[in-house]
């Protein structure tokens, strides 16, 4: 089924040209009416003069047709079929397969869209992600700050639109993010007076934003990142201010609160360095301690914010491994690879962090050296090859952005760099990596 899905799926082009070629070539079908104009008087006349091989009355009958013109127009419309389209060589030629096609046996392949993918400002972009992916993830348009900025008042505008896109397109849809501490404005930690919350004051904001942003999409979105970036990186709770003013529980509420605005939604805890093992236990723990509060948390969320050496290959497959043990969904919920000089000593995608534009932190703003590239596809291949691997226990994989020109890190934490983190370049052109990932898919 697969195989005879991808001949079609080359044969594409050339199909859309046989229908071309039958449409054109229907005023020539001997049996149209048009055809029978042919039959007149004249035309029988003009043709049974110029055919040597016509019946002896020089009349072209039914069975001309068949024995002759019939078999030629066929062998007419087989070389049209398969000879090469003389356009085709001006237009980019469509990929043979696609990331979503390659890996649609293994687990959903999914990207983050940006306002101007969704709006169709970015028409190539939002086309691309399309052609290639088969969910998504809002990249900023439903934080706190951007579907919420101010009590009272929600800016679905962007959201409405990025779940009628994918919707149209058959996508796996993910709501990204309820409850996080970054992005989200300070008025919602305090009252109108400027002081902290009260405890059930904070939690009753939580659930009036969670009932509103989970209940409009009640049924259309997939999944929600209910809770972001809970963890510090030796594992221990972040001193957020909803763990202040709420407590440990916060999580819990969170998913409860989602789980009742819409309680066929998968529901996800989602954070990243998850491949720190100190980090990762700490996850384990979060998740063993919801589960015992009940909370109804369906999926983990490692985000996959990697460079060329980070993480190790056994520290990524012990976070798949150790997650799935859970009996949760485990998933890579923001992939891309760094290929840019580390600011400083940090490995983490906190994105409250930022550093100074220098030179050196900007080594491949003219291009990308070969060898870099190919750095690039062998560290696609081996972490792909990790997660082929362990396709029984993830459901999904998505990156975070379309084309390198679309990425955070770009900007973050150093704003104005170039980095080449994805598998589409600038021009939304697939990279030597993204080949490679097909292939790896279809060995
Ligand atoms: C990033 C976006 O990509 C940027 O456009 C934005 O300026 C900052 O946030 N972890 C997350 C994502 O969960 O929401 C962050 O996305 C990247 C780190």
Redesign the pocket.
């Known amino acids: 089924m697969n195989s005879f899905r991808l001949l079609l799926q080359t044969m594409h082009p050339r199909i859309w040209h046989c229908r071309l070629f039958l449409k054109i070539r229907a005023n020539l079908w001997p049996f149209s009416s048009r055809a029978d104009a042919l039959f007149t008087p004249v035309n029988r006349h003009s043709l049974a003069g110029q055919t040597a091989h016509l019946p002896l009355n020089n009349t072209p009958s039914r069975s001309f047709w068949h024995t002759v013109i019939l078999p030629l127009f066929c062998l007419a419309l087989f070389v049209s079929c398969v000879a090469e389209d003389p356009d085709s060589a001006e237009s980019v030629p469509a990929p043979e397969t696609t990331l979503k096609e390659a890996y649609r046996d293994a687990f959903l392949i999914g990207t ?1 869209l ?1 306002s101007r993918q969704i709006s169709g400002q970015d028409a190539s972009g939002q086309a691309l992600a399309i052609r290639e992916f088969n969910a998504v993830t809002a ?2 348009v439903m ?1 706190w700050e951007v579907i919420h900025p101010e009590p009272g008042v929600y800016n679905f505008e962007a959201a409405d639109a990025m779940v009628d896109l994918a919707e149209k397109n058959g996508m796996f849809i993910v709501g ?2 309820l409850v ?1 501490h ?2 989200t404005p300070d008025w919602v930690f305090h009252d109108e007076e400027g002081n902290r919350l009260t405890r059930e004051a904070l939690l009753e904001r939580m659930k009036e934003h969670i009932d509103t942003v989970v209940g409009r999409y009640r049924g259309r979105v997939h999944g929600w ?1 209910v809770v ?2 809970a963890l510090l990186d030796d594992g221990a709770l972040r001193e957020t201010l909803w763990y202040e003013i709420i407590g440990e529980d916060y999580l819990a509420r969170a998913f409860e609160f989602a789980h009742e605005a819409d309680p066929g939604a998968e529901l996800y805890y ?1 954070d ?1 360095s998850l491949e720190l093992p100190e980090k990762r236990e700490g996850a384990i723990r979060l998740v063993q301690s919801l589960q015992e509060q009940g909370a109804p948390i369906t999926g983990l969320g490692t ?1 996959g ?1 990697f460079s060329l050496d980070f993480p190790s290959l056994e520290n990524l497959e012990a976070t798949i491994t150790g997650f799935a043990g859970l009996g949760v969904d485990v998933m890579v919920t ?1 992939l891309e690879i760094d290929l840019l000089p580390p600011a400083f000593d940090y490995l983490g ?1 906190d ?1 409250e962090m930022s550093a100074e534009l220098r030179d050196e932190l900007n080594p491949y703003a003219d291009g990308l050296p070969t060898e870099v590239q190919d750095q690039l596809t062998e560290r696609y291949k081996e972490i792909f090859g990790l997660f082929l691997k362990h396709q029984d226990k993830i459901s999904r994989v998505t990156f ?2 379309v084309t390198d020109g679309d990425s ?1 890190k770009n ?2 934490p150093v704003p104005g760099r170039t980095n080449y983190p994805l598998l589409f370049d600038r021009e939304g052109n697939p990279k030597p990596a993204y080949h490679a990932l097909i292939e790896l898919a279809e060995r």
Do not use: C, L, P, R
Request: glycine share 4%; charged share 20%; aromatic share 20%.
């Open positions: 983050a940006n990249e900023n934080k990204h993010t996080w970054s992005q990142d972001n970036e989602n990243y985000q914010h923001e995608a994105v975070w952005g955070w900007n973050w």
